[in-house]
């Protein structure tokens, strides 16, 4: 299995843009809210906690984030943990409620992410690799703990391998 390093720099390589970026803390973090709502059904209370398909799929992501990396994945773990809240609350509500909310974020989150890669000018990632689908969130949270000079070493061990995160340059042709 790959490293939490491979899987980062991987990721990074069609993430070098910080306009493409900063869509990926939003699109990202609505995409992962939204399958926790859409996945909140169908759901049972069970001792005061509601049982669906989406705190299997957290429990299993979480074991995935943890096997690549002990902080960030107690840190995805609560991050998913309040994600199952906030679907199991929608989940409990109308239908109507609970569709337009996770489809909504679903939506959006995907549009915007979708307007990051233009300005990245590069496909997303997923594309090449399905994995992408569940490092771009373990991405996000690296990402924001480099910006507040967090895991230096790992964010080291990336640009070398990927380079530095850059605006592109107008062409002087332009």
């Known amino acids: 299995m790959k ?3 491979d899987y980062l720099a991987q990721y990074a390589a069609y993430h070098r843009d910080p306009r493409n970026l900063l869509s990926h803390f939003i699109g ?3 995409i992962v809210l939204a399958v926790a709502v859409l996945l909140s059904r169908p759901g049972v209370e069970v001792f005061g906690l509601w049982l669906s398909p989406v705190a299997l799929v957290a429990l299993v992501s979480t074991l995935f984030y943890l096997r690549l990396d002990l902080r960030f994945g107690v840190l995805m773990g609560a991050v998913l943990l309040f994600c199952v809240w906030v679907g199991a609350a ?7 409620l609970w569709l337009t909310a996770g489809a909504g974020l679903f939506v ?7 307007v990051g890669h233009y300005f990245e000018g ?16 373990l991405f996000v949270a ?3 703990g ?4 967090l895991r230096e070493p790992l964010r080291h061990a990336i640009e070398t391998r990927v380079g530095p995160v850059q605006l592109r340059q107008p062409s ?3």
């Open 28 to 30: 990202i973090s609505m």
């Open 90 to 96: 929608l989940g409990q509500q109308s239908t109507t």
């Open 3 to 5: 490293t939490l390093t």
């Open 146 to 149: 480099f910006i507040f000079g």
């Open 108 to 114: 959006v989150g995907w549009i915007i992410q979708f």
């Open 172 to 174: 002087a042709n332009a």
């Open 142 to 144: 690296a990402e924001l």
């Open 122 to 137: 590069r496909k997303p990632a997923f594309v090449d690799d399905m994995t992408g689908l569940i490092i771009g969130p």
